[in-house]
């Protein structure tokens, strides 16, 4: 089956500090994989994706690489902002279409001045 | 160009009762997805509406249905509410062929006391 494992948070970091936040995923076929994010009292806004091994989504600074031979889609950037603060979400899309998404429980970020 | 809008934005129903939820999809998507996020947990899958039809399903019990009318937009139905069915309900859109960016509105917050 597809899931995917996040990891926990709360991650509390200071401004500037570099951030990773870990995803592996499981899945049959050839899945896609991205990143979410939720601001408070919002919904979910893509912040990146990528279609296939070794492609890097990138988007506003952050970063990730679809790893097929660790089945990883780590988040990374290296400077993060007060204003990142928000509860990212890595997930997962089957073949068939990029509507039927699995999602990771979710890592909430707070960035302190 | 309007996102995905979703009515209403908060709801507080009985135990027992039944509820709609609408969503508009963003222009130019014909897929439409509902989506349950429980407090602290990602969004999970509940099922999704192309050409006014269901054509995947999430683990989800017949208590929740749904609808998609001609114009795109879509209604998710949920009969015998339950403690458990409080929870953010998400709406997302999409264009079905390929693997594209799936839109998500800002959601509907269900309470049920």
């Known amino acids: 089956g597809n899931s995917v494992t996040q990891m926990e948070g709360p991650v509390t970091l200071s401004e500037e500090a570099f951030l990773t936040i870990n995803c592996t995923y499981t899945?049959?076929?050839?899945?896609?994989l991205f990143w979410y994010v939720q601001y408070p009292g919002e919904g979910l806004q893509l912040l990146l994706k990528?279609?296939?091994?070794?492609d890097k989504g990138s988007n506003k600074g952050f970063e990730a690489t679809y790893r097929k031979e660790t089945t990883s889609f780590h988040l990374e950037k290296g400077s993060v902002q007060v204003s990142d603060s928000a509860v990212y979400f890595c997930?997962?899309?089957?073949?068939?279409?990029?509507?039927?998404?699995?999602f990771g429980t979710g890592t909430r970020l707070t960035v302190i001045p | 160009d309007a996102g995905v809008t979703q009515s209403p934005t908060h709801l507080i129903k009985t135990r027992g009762q039944q509820v709609t939820l609408r969503c508009s999809p963003k222009?130019?998507?014909?897929?439409v997805s509902w989506y349950q996020q429980a407090l602290g947990q990602g969004p999970q899958f509940i099922f999704q509406?192309?050409?006014?039809?269901?054509?995947q399903r999430g683990n989800f019990p017949d208590r929740f249905s749904g609808h998609q009318f001609p114009n795109y937009s879509s209604e998710l139905n949920v009969n015998a509410l339950l403690l458990g069915d409080s929870a953010l309900y998400l709406c997302?859109?999409?264009?079905?062929?390929?693997?594209?960016?799936?839109?998500f509105g800002q959601g509907t917050r269900l309470t049920v006391v």
């Open positions: 997930a997962l899309s089957a073949l068939t279409g990029a509507n039927n998404l699995f």
């Open positions: 990528a279609t296939k091994a070794d």
């Open positions: 997302a859109s999409s264009g079905l062929t390929g693997v594209t960016e799936a839109f």
């Open positions: 899945a049959t076929g050839y899945p896609s």
């Open positions: 222009s130019g998507h014909d897929t």
């Open positions: 509406y192309y050409e006014e039809e269901e054509r």
